[in-house]
Structures are given as structure tokens and as C-alpha cells.
């Protein structure tokens, strides 16, 4: 399975973005769904991830109420909707998936094989 993120862009603090993972190569249907995103200098950290059935969201503590993760099945296609957008939250953003990723391990990157390349994603205050 490829995964490619896209959807980056420049926005002003308080704007919105849609970050989408696409799949090709196979479904991910039933595949939990990680993002993560690595600011200059940083390390590369979890931002959130939808489980296998897309019935729990894990966030991490500083995007909760602001971002929010769907699935679109028939798109084979991983959303990352971001609100309330701050300069602290530019970085480049990953997606990464995994059939056997389980809730005790779903915020660790080596639990993911599949990764897609970065979107940059760019907050200006």
C-alpha cells in the first residue's frame, strides 16, 4: 500500500485546512490511520489516529477540540481537518497506516508500516 499525503498549504492563524491521506495498492479500510507531524528541528510527533473500525479518535492534547480525523471508505481516503489553526502547528504532516495497530501502541510511529511522503503545512500569525 502507497499512502500520499496532500492538502498542505500556507494559512493565517485561525484559518482551516484539510489534510487528506490517499491509498492506492490496496484498501485501508480496516487499517488504523496515523498522523503525525515534525516541526523544524523536532522531532517527528503523533498528532492523532483512527482506529481499524473508525469507531475511536485518538488526538494528541494540543489539537484536541481544534482537529478532527475521518475515513471515507469508498475514497480509500483519511482525513485530518484542522481548525483554529496556530503558528505552533506549522510542520510537515505524515500519515501513516497499518492493519495491526492497536490502541495500546496507536501513538507509537514504529507501530505504523506504511508512510506516506509530508505535506507542509505553514501557520502564519
Known amino acids: 500500500v502507497q499512502l500520499q499525503a496532500s492538502g498542505g498549504g500556507l494559512v493565517q492563524a485561525g484559518g482551516s485546512l484539510r489534510l487528506s491521506c490517499a491509498a492506492s495498492g490496496g484498501t485501508i479500510s480496516r487499517w488504523a490511520v496515523g498522523w503525525f507531524r515534525q516541526a523544524p528541528g523536532m522531532e517527528r510527533n503523533f498528532v492523532g489516529a483512527?482506529?481499524?473500525?473508525?469507531?475511536?479518535?485518538y488526538n494528541e492534547d494540543s489539537v484536541k477540540g481544534r482537529f478532527t480525523i475521518s475515513r471515507d471508505t469508498a475514497r480509500n481516503t483519511v482525513y485530518l481537518q484542522m481548525n483554529s489553526l496556530r503558528p505552533e502547528d506549522t510542520a510537515v504532516y505524515y500519515c501513516?497506516?497499518?492493519?495491526?495497530?492497536?490502541?495500546?501502541?496507536?501513538?507509537?510511529?514504529?507501530?505504523?508500516?506504511?508512510w506516506g511522503l509530508g505535506t507542509q503545512v505553514t501557520v502564519s500569525s
Open positions: 501513516a497506516a497499518d492493519p495491526s495497530v492497536i490502541s495500546s501502541n496507536v501513538r507509537s510511529q514504529s507501530a505504523y508500516g506504511n
Open positions: 483512527i482506529n481499524r473500525s473508525g469507531g475511536k479518535i
